[in-house]
């Protein structure tokens, strides 16, 4: 994907050395690339949007209807489940095993730098500058997942399904629902129901 300033800017780190704030570095064949703090801040958003899925409970969760594969077909779905099962996917395919070791101790399980050192056998040295690794790496990922990437949070939870004959490539359709009905005085609701009784038309 291409990766532009109006994107990179809102996500980069205002004193990061490499890129000044901006989110671009300039490569050796006149190309720029995104700065690993754009990648770590989109981990970092992943991450909370993550842990909040999983926080929360079973009766707060939102069912809501998506659009399937063929024409007029809908499913029902949670899109807080499915996120938590794409990004532990998606977190378990991209690192490696020593990678994923740290990431399910300190990231899944919760353990700090401590806890993580003695039982992984690594100095806290070692330790950050994988967990350094393993964000920007899964950052990027998360970014530039093909066809459906979990960043943006915004495009993951609200649009509807790419590719779709109902929600083509231009844009969802707008399906008009007419004006809201109309509130029936309870008086008239009475009479109108008299009208229609049984009883009534067998007067």
Request: glycine share 8%; with cysteine; proline share 6%.
């Amino acid at each position: 994907m291409e990766w532009t300033r109006t994107e990179t800017i809102a996500l980069s780190m205002e004193g990061c050395t490499r890129c000044q704030g901006v989110g671009l570095r300039d490569l050796t064949d006149a190309r720029e690339s995104p700065c690993q703090c754009v990648f770590r801040s989109i981990f970092r958003a992943c991450y909370a949007r993550f842990r909040q899925c999983c926080d929360k409970e079973n009766y707060l969760t939102h069912v809501t209807l998506e659009p399937s594969k063929g024409r007029h077909r809908y499913a029902y779905g949670r899109k807080g489940e499915e996120y938590v099962v794409d990004f532990l996917n998606v977190s378990r395919h991209g690192l490696s095993d020593e990678e994923y070791r740290v990431f399910r101790y300190h990231y899944l399980l919760g353990a700090d730098w401590k806890l993580c050192t003695v039982r992984l056998g690594m100095d806290r040295g070692n330790f950050f500058h994988m967990c350094y690794r393993i964000e920007s790496r899964l950052g990027r990922i998360f970014r530039e997942l093909q066809p459906y990437a979990l960043y943006p949070l915004d495009e993951y939870f609200a649009s509807p399904m790419k590719g779709s004959r109902a929600f083509p490539a231009g844009g969802a359709k707008v399906i008009p629902m007419g004006p809201p009905p109309k509130v029936i005085n309870p008086d008239k609701l009475e009479r109108l129901l008299r009208k229609r009784s049984p009883a009534k038309k067998a007067a």
